[in-house]
């Protein structure tokens, strides 16, 4: 079913106190979990309380789940994939890949077979925001995907990626579909049966807004967060881009990165925001397409 252009103020606060979250995901249990800048991975439970789920020491980005309820995080700051279990102890999962050395994994993604896809966004570390200025001054095809089985050995499913962000796989499992920051679009790149990848290739209109986060829901309708432009986006099956919700003054959707469905029916739109300290909501009315721990 087709999207409609929501009002800002159908946008509410899920809850503060996440400390500039870049990653959120939602289990089926109800917990929200949103990784802070100060390494701190919080847990927003369905009664309303945050609290502190693990320490990372590091910078978390993405999340996926498992089906066990163990959480695997792309850690920017220790650049390395990690895995927390459900009690919030933290082990290193990956790092690094066949020759491909995860400098900035930046997202996770699980496929059917339990198989966990990550993009790593450049082959170099970022010392700060001056570092990330220079990467979108200067795109360059420096980002990657990797795709990692459950002992953390992997291999390399495509490389020339302009600054990989947000991840994610559709509903028929066909394609890896990935954010290039750097040049405000998203590809896709053929998952084979034979376990081969194909070439990327552009997916719908170039975006703008320095795209980050994504989410599919249960038709193949694609939103998409545009940080930069305090905007939501949707991509429908056939490609055509909308505008879901606009907040050009960024006062309620401020830097919107990664977003997630969750919520009772798994109806709602979770969303985090880098440059605040809350987790918002959206009550869709359009279910999520279930990730690898909700089949």
Not at 47 to 52: N, R
Not at 53 to 58: C, E, M, W
Not at 195 to 200: C, F, V
Not at 251 to 257: G, I, S
Request: aromatic share 6%; hydrophobic share 40%; charged share 20%.
């Amino acid at each position: 079913m087709a999207y409609q252009a929501l009002r800002i103020d159908q946008v509410t606060v899920a809850a503060v106190g996440f400390k500039g979250p870049e990653g959120v995901i939602a289990d089926r249990d109800g917990n929200v979990y949103g990784g802070g800048a100060d390494g701190v991975i919080r847990k927003l439970s369905p009664d309303g309380q945050v609290t502190e789920f693990a320490r990372t020491g590091g910078r978390p980005a993405g999340m996926a789940l498992d089906r066990q309820g163990n959480l695997f995080v792309c850690d920017v700051g220790k650049a390395a994939v990690l895995k927390v279990t459900p009690r919030g102890e933290v082990s290193l999962f990956a790092d690094p890949v066949g020759p491909v050395k995860l400098c900035l994994p930046n997202f996770p993604v699980f496929d059917a077979g339990g198989n966990l896809y990550v993009t790593n966004s450049t082959d170099h570390p970022l010392g700060g925001m001056e570092d990330v200025a220079a990467e979108i001054r200067n795109p360059a095809p420096k980002g990657a995907l990797v795709r990692l089985r459950p002992d953390g050995s992997g291999e390399v499913a495509a490389t020339g990626l302009y600054f990989a962000n947000g991840a994610a796989i559709d509903p028929r499992e066909e394609y890896v579909y990935i954010l290039q920051s750097t040049r405000n679009n998203c590809v896709r790149i053929a998952m084979h049966k034979d376990g081969t990848h194909g070439e990327p290739e552009q997916y719908g209109e170039t975006l703008g807004g320095l795209p980050d986060g994504m989410a599919f829901d249960a038709d193949g309708y694609l939103i998409i967060t545009l940080p930069m432009n305090n905007r939501l986006v949707v991509i429908d099956p056939a490609g055509k881009l909308s505008i879901l919700v606009d907040d050009s003054e960024g006062k309620t959707l401020l830097a919107p990165t990664n977003c997630a469905f969750g919520g009772p029916h798994f109806d709602d739109l979770f969303i985090a925001h880098i440059e605040a300290d809350r987790v918002s909501k959206i009550h869709l009315g359009h279910k999520g397409h279930p990730l690898y721990d909700r089949r």
